[in-house]
């Protein structure tokens, strides 16, 4: 559940659907990188984690939740979702910002519309399975893009 300030003292609710969007997580995270060999596209959904951002800490916490069948009160079988440890921020991160997206309607965004907002954030369009740099030296001097994080006029909509 997502709340969104309407004015000083109101908010709005907005449901998320965590279930449907933690079962999509999961089903993602099984897709199969695709091999240089073959050359094929990565899948719709593929997970790309960053190796600077995705360390153990962070992959154990967004597959940290289970999806299982418990005996309800009427003696029907329930399904819910259930930590397998404490943390599991990444997962609950994870599922906000896909529910941004989807709400923003970024599902539909076409080859074109990634352009335009690759070029408004002035960020180079690269594909997906660009190289990471693994010496230290080359990541210490990689610079962020010149305006990258400066207010822009509606660019996320």
């Not at 907005?14 to 449907?20: A, H, L, N, T």
Request: proline share 8%.
């Amino acid at each position: 559940m997502i709340w969104r300030a309407t004015s000083d003292s109101e908010a709005k609710r907005w449901p998320v659907g965590s279930s449907f969007l933690k079962g999509e997580t999961y089903g993602w995270l099984k897709l199969e990188r695709p091999t240089a060999e073959s050359g094929d596209p990565f899948p719709p959904g593929f997970v790309h984690l960053p190796l600077h951002v995705a360390g153990e800490e962070f992959c154990r916490q967004l597959t940290a939740e289970q999806f299982v069948a418990r005996a309800g009160r009427n003696g029907f079988r329930r399904l819910e979702w259930v930590k397998t440890r404490e943390r599991n921020e990444a997962l609950d991160c994870r599922v906000y910002a896909r529910a941004a997206a989807a709400a923003l309607g970024m599902d539909g965004w076409g080859d074109g519309r990634w352009a335009r907002m690759a070029d408004a954030l002035s960020l180079p369009a690269v594909e997906p399975a660009a190289p990471v740099p693994t010496d230290a030296a080359a990541s210490a001097t990689t610079t962020r893009p010149r305006g990258w994080l400066a207010p822009r006029n509606g660019w996320l909509r």
